[in-house]
C-alpha cells in the first residue's frame, strides 16, 4: 500500500543512456527534495557494480534486488526525486507498484531520447552489462521492447531532443510544482496554478483550432510575447491584439473594434480567443470569444493577482458601461485557466497589493486559514516585490491563489449563474463597483473591494448580525496588507443610486452580501436606508 505522504514527488523512467539520473539529481536540487538512484542504491548495499552483480549473480538476482529498492523506495521516500534502471518497470511487480503510485497521485516521468541520439550514446558506454556484444542493436532491441510500458506508465513525457538538461530540469521542476484545481459544473475545466504552464496553451487549444486572437495589454507585453512564440511554435496562427490598458479595455467601443478584426482576418467558429493579463483584460477577451460567433474556445491566461484568484474562474466576462460597472456580459466558461507564476515577476506592488483584496474576501466568506497565512504573512505580503521576492514567498503566494481559487471553485462549480450561493463572492461589491464609478476608475478594484468589505461589516454591526469586533478585525487585517478601508469621496444620494444599479438588486430591492459570523456569508435584503446611511458615515475618514 502505497501512502501519499510518505511516496517520492516523482520517479523518473527511460532508457539507458537517456540522462535520467541527471534529470533527477537537477531536479532535485532546484526544488530541495532528495535525490536516489535506484542503481546506486542496489551498488551502495551489494557492495559491488551492476555488472558485478550481473556477472557473478545473474541478471535475475539483479532483478530481484531492483524490484525489493524500487518498492521499499516507493513507500518511503516522501517528497523525493528516484531515478529508476532502464529495465525496472518491465518487471512485473514494479510496473504493478508505479501504477499504483499513480493512482496515488505520483508522478511517473518518461525521459524520452531519441534513437539514434540514443544509439550513439549507448556506443560509447562500456559499463551496461545488458549492452555489451554490440551496444547500438542491444540498444534499438530494449528500445521496441520497453518503449510502449514507459509511455503507459507516464504522467509527464520529456522530450531530451535540442534542448539542455538544465532546461529540462528546470521544466520538470516548475511540471512538479504546479497545482491544479478543478471547476466542475455544465463546462468542467481546470485551473493551473505554476511557473511555466503558459507552455500548456496548446493542450488547451487542440488540433481543430487554427486561428488564435491573442488579446492582452501593453504593460505585459513581455508576456504576450512569450505566449506568441509558444502559439507560433506549436502552428497556431496568429492575431495579435493589443487593447487599451486596465478599465479603459473594458468598453464596447473595444470590443467593437476587436469584432471588426476578427472579421477582417476570416475567424471561423473552430477558432479560438486566449486573454492575457489583468482581471479588465481578461473580462473584455472572455466577453469576445463569448460573443464571436455565439461562441468560440477560449483561454484565460491571467497575470495579475487578482485575475488569477478571481477574475479568471468562474466564466463572468463583460465590459462596463458609462452608468455602471460590468453592466454588459455573459457567463461563459473557458476551455482551462493558466496562471503562470512566472509573470508576477513583473507585477507593480500597488497592483498586487489590490489583489489580497479578494484573497481575504475569500477568506472572510469562507476559508478562515486564508485569513490567518493573511494575518502572519501581513508584512511581506505587503512588500511582495515580484523581482526580488524569493522563493519562500513564491510558495506562500501560490498556496494563497490555490486556496482562494478553491473557495471561488466551490460556489461556480454549483451555481454558475448567480442564483443564490455565487452571490457570496460578492462581498465588498455592491459598495466597491459604486466607489470604482464614482472615482472614475482611478481606484483599484480590489482597493475598492476592500472599502466595500468594510461597508457591508458595517452594515451587518448596524442590522444585529456581527459583533464590533469582526468589525475591527476587518480593518485591521485589511490595512495590515496596505488596503484601504474607508473612502471619502461621493455622497450617499449618488452612492444609493448607483448601488441601485448593483446585479443582485432586484426591482427597488436592494441585497447585500453579509456576515453572520467569520465564514458565515448571508444575503441581507432590503435594509432600511438609515442602515445603510450610517454603515456610510462608518467609513468616512477615520480621525
Ligand atoms: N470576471 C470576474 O469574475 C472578475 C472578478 C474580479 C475582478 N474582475 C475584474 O477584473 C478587473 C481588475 O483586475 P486587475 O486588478 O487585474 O486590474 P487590471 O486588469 O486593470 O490590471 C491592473 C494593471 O496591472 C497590469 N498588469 C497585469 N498583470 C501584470 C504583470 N504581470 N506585469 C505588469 N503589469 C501587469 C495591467 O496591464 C494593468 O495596468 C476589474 O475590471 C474587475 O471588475 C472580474
Ligand atoms: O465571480 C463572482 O461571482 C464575483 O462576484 C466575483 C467578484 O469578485 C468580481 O469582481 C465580479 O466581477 C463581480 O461581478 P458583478 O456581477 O458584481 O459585476
Known amino acids: 500500500m502505497i501512502e501519499s505522504s510518505s511516496m517520492p514527488k516523482a520517479v523518473v523512467i527511460g532508457m539507458p543512456g537517456a540522462g535520467k539520473t541527471r534529470l533527477g539529481r537537477e531536479t532535485a536540487a532546484l526544488i530541495k527534495a532528495p535525490f ?41 521516500f516522501p517528497g523525493g526525486i528516484l531515478s529508476l534502471g532502464g529495465g525496472a518497470p518491465m518487471s512485473t511487480g514494479v510496473f504493478q507498484a508505479l501504477q499504483d503510485y499513480r493512482r496515488a497521485g505520483g508522478a511517473v516521468v ?21 549492452l555489451r556484444g554490440g551496444a547500438s542493436e542491444r540498444w534499438m ?12 506508465l507516464a504522467t509527464i513525457t520529456l522530450k531530451s531532443r535540442n534542448t539542455t538538461p538544465r532546461a529540462l530540469a528546470r521544466r520538470l521542476a516548475d511540471a512538479l510544482t504546479e497545482r491544479v484545481v478543478h471547476v466542475s459544473g455544465p463546462d468542467p475545466y481546470d485551473v493551473r496554478i505554476g511557473a511555466g504552464v503558459t507552455g500548456r496553451l496548446h493542450e488547451l487549444l487542440g488540433d481543430q483550432t487554427m486561428r488564435v486572437a491573442l488579446i492582452h495589454t501593453q504593460p505585459v507585453q513581455r508576456h504576450s510575447d512569450h505566449a506568441r512564440a509558444l502559439l507560433r511554435q506549436a502552428g497556431y496562427q496568429v492575431v495579435d491584439l493589443t ?3 486596465a478599465e479603459a479595455g473594458k468598453t464596447i467601443q473595444v470590443s467593437q473594434g476587436i469584432w471588426e478584426r476578427l472579421a477582417t482576418e476570416g475567424f471561423t467558429r473552430s477558432d479560438a480567443v486566449v486573454g492575457l493579463g489583468g482581471g479588465a483584460a481578461t473580462d473584455q477577451a472572455g466577453f469576445i470569444a463569448a460573443t464571436w460567433m ?3 474556445r477560449y483561454v484565460n491566461c491571467p497575470t495579475s493577482l487578482l485575475a488569477m484568484v478571481d477574475a479568471s474562474t468562474g466564466g463572468k466576462t463583460g465590459i462596463n458601461l458609462e452608468q455602471g460597472k460590468n453592466l454588459v ?9 493558466l496562471a503562470d507564476l512566472r509573470t508576477l515577476r513583473t507585477l507593480p506592488n500597488e497592483i498586487f497589493v489590490e489583489g489580497l483584496g479578494e484573497v481575504a474576501k475569500s477568506g472572510f466568506i469562507m476559508d478562515g486559514g486564508i485569513l490567518r497565512e493573511l494575518e502572519e504573512r501581513a508584512e511581506s505580503l505587503r512588500a511582495f516585490d515580484g523581482r526580488e521576492s524569493d522563493q519562500w514567498l513564491g510558495t506562500v503566494v501560490q498556496e494563497l491563489i490555490e486556496r482562494t481559487v478553491e473557495v471561488k471553485a466551490r460556489h461556480v462549480s454549483v451555481d454558475l449563474k448567480e442564483s443564490g450561493l455565487r452571490e457570496f463572492l460578492n462581498y465588498g461589491h ?17 482597493q475598492a473591494v476592500s472599502v466595500g468589505m468594510v461597508f457591508a461589516a458595517e452594515l451587518a454591526r448596524i442590522t444585529g448580525h456581527l459583533d464590533q469586533e469582526a468589525v475591527d478585525y476587518h480593518r485591521r487585517l485589511l490595512s495590515s496588507l496596505g488596503l484601504r478601508t474607508w473612502w471619502n469621496g461621493g455622497d450617499f444620494d449618488q452612492v444609493l443610486a448607483l448601488m441601485h444599479r448593483d446585479k443582485k438588486a432586484r426591482g427597488n430591492k436592494l441585497r447585500f452580501i453579509i456576515l453572520d459570523g467569520l465564514g458565515k456569508p448571508t444575503h441581507l435584503d432590503d ?4 442602515a445603510l446611511k450610517e454603515a456610510f458615515q462608518a467609513i468616512r475618514e477615520e480621525g
Open 36 to 76: 536516489r538512484d535506484t542503481d546506486q542504491c542496489i551498488e551502495e548495499e551489494a557492495g559491488r557494480s551492476v555488472s558485478e552483480i550481473f556477472d557473478t549473480q545473474g541478471e535475475q538476482t539483479f532483478r530481484d534486488m531492483e524490484t525489493r529498492a524500487v518498492l521499499d523506495l516507493l513507500k518511503d
Open 430 to 446: 455592491t459598495l466597491g463597483h459604486a466607489i470604482e464609478k464614482i472615482e472614475h476608475f482611478t481606484w483599484r478594484h480590489g
Open 141 to 152: 532491441a530494449l528500445y521496441r521492447e520497453r518503449r510502449s510500458v514507459y509511455q503507459e
Open 243 to 245: 487593447i487599451p490598458d
Open 294 to 296: 455565439r461562441g468560440v
Open 527 to 530: 435594509p432600511p436606508v438609515s
Open 110 to 130: 518518461y525521459l524520452q531520447i531519441d534513437p539514434e541520439e540514443g544509439v550513439s550514446r549507448a556506443a560509447r558506454s562500456d559499463h551496461r552489462p545488458l
Open 329 to 337: 456580459g455573459s457567463f461563459y466558461t473557458p476551455a482551462g485557466v
